[in-house]
């Protein structure tokens, strides 16, 4: 296998999948190709965090394995997301005095966000992002750039992202022990985002929602910046289990209908349109009505979307979503599920997909690969302003024993 220091990797540790995107980088002006994709069900996580380590680290490792055979290459680094109940965001100010006359530097905008940072955290928690929203010199406000302005003051205001140590060390050492660096470690509604909005969106105003299996994860942009973001921990899984309690059916065969039947409208259903679900051990085959599956899911759904508006009106902006709403993650694929976003925000909303990559990208088209490949295009732009690459290890990073570990986990 080929050696190459211009690959990009993005692995989105999932509750419900690992998905691993590989993508050769070619110069700075030139666009990202995706050359592999790996993609296995997820193990060791629930609700967005490591919660079994050993089967995390074979699920990862597997996952990349997957993308390796594809790409033909072999990987050392990587951008992985992280998502889970524990992120808390909130935004902060900072001031910086800027030398007379000298107009603003970018030394002076570090300062202000640096002291946007400065916030005092409880000793368990970090800082995982710091995204500037705007600037004000001198009192006046809204400013996206204030480098060469003249003024003596000025002020940041930041959005921040925090999360427990241990969650984000653990996806770490997770990545660490399949035998993997990583490169830096990235919200996954941030991810998702960069993924599937343009810029005109995210001036306009635009909610995110990833709807995963373990997690919900919105993001609010306006004005170019995202200016909200949190993270429930209900998803998906608490719809399969909906279902697999109102049909008293085990939860993979819930899992198995909900996506081939489900739907998020009841109405949009025909009364009358039944599906069978076969006999399995000690069950006869049942039949069961699709509007009663779909009321089941719109139910569940409706209550995440709902918890997900609140907190966007606590947040003062879901009067300024000028380009709506845009769903990412697999809950997307939920027939009716951007109709039922409609009717409780009311505002457009649409599916996102991937865009802005080149390649195989017939494999990665699906809403829930929108993590993943903005984990890559997030790495890329990273690398190219020098912003991220701090590299974080928490475990030994020993190939061979992920490879043996994924072996013998496979094995007993
Ligand atoms: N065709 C489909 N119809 C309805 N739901 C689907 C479909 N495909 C996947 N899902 C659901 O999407 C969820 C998984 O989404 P996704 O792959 O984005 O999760 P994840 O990224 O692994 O999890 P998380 O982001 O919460 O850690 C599961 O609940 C799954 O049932
Ligand atoms: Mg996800």
């Known amino acids: 296998m080929k050696n190459r220091t211009d690959l990009i990797v993005g692995i989105d540790v999932g509750t419900t999948k690992i998905c691993t995107i590989v993508a050769e980088a070619g110069g700075a002006s030139e666009g990202l190709r995706v050359i592999g994709v790996g993609r296995v069900p ?19 490792t597997a996952s990349v394995e997957d993308a390796e055979k594809m790409a033909d290459a072999e990987i050392y680094t990587v951008f992985t997301g992280i998502t889970g109940g524990h992120i808390a965001s909130f935004n902060s100010r900072g001031v ?4 007379d006359g000298s107009g603003i530097t970018a030394r002076d905008i570090e300062r202000a966000i640096d002291a946007a940072r400065a916030v005092s955290l409880p000793a368990d928690r970090e800082v995982l992002h710091t995204i500037p929203i705007e600037f ?11 480098k060469g302005m003249t003024g003596v003051r000025l002020e940041a205001e930041a959005h921040i992202v925090t999360g427990a140590i241990t969650a984000a060390q653990n996806i770490i050492r997770g990545v660490n022990g399949a035998g993997f660096e990583v490169e830096d ?4 509604a941030l991810a998702s985002s960069v993924a599937v909005l343009d810029d005109d969106a995210r001036g306009a105003g635009v909610l995110l929602i990833d709807l995963g299996g373990g997690t919900t994860d919105a993001a609010v ?37 909900k996506r081939e039947r489900g739907c998020a409208i009841a109405e949009r259903v025909d009364p009358e349109e039944e599906f069978e679900i076969p006999a399995s051990a000690g069950r006869m085959p049942l039949r069961c009505r699709r509007r009663d599956l779909a009321r089941v899911i719109g139910l569940r759904m409706e209550e995440t979307l709902t918890l997900v508006r609140r907190q966007v009106e606590r947040s003062g902006l879901l009067g300024l979503l000028g380009a709506g709403v845009v769903l990412t993650g697999g809950g997307a694929l939920t027939d009716g599920a951007a109709e039922l976003a409609e009717r409780i925000f009311r505002l457009p909303a649409r599916v996102g997909r991937p865009s802005g990559l080149a390649g195989v990208t017939e494999v990665i088209d699906g809403p829930d690969y929108a993590a993943a490949a903005g984990l890559v ?14 590299f974080r290890k928490v475990g030994r990073i020993e190939r061979i024993a992920g490879r043996l570990r994924a072996w013998i986990g496979g094995r007993f």
Do not use: C, W
Request: hydrophobic share 45%.
């Open 185 to 188: 470690i990235v919200l996954q």
């Open 377 to 390: 295009i997030y790495g890329r732009r990273g690398r190219l302003t020098g912003k991220v690459s701090r």
């Open 221 to 257: 942009f306006h004005r170019g910046a995202v200016r909200h973001s949190h993270v429930l921990a209900v998803g998906g899984d608490h719809v399969t289990n909906d279902i697999s309690v109102a049909l008293r059916i085990p939860v993979p065969a819930a899992e198995e209908i």
């Open 42 to 60: 997820s193990r060791g996580l629930q609700k967005g965090v490591v919660t079994d380590m050993d089967a995390a680290v074979a699920a990862i």
């Open 136 to 146: 004000a010199v001198d009192g006046q406000a809204g400013i996206r750039d204030p």
């Open 96 to 99: 910086s005095a800027v030398a």
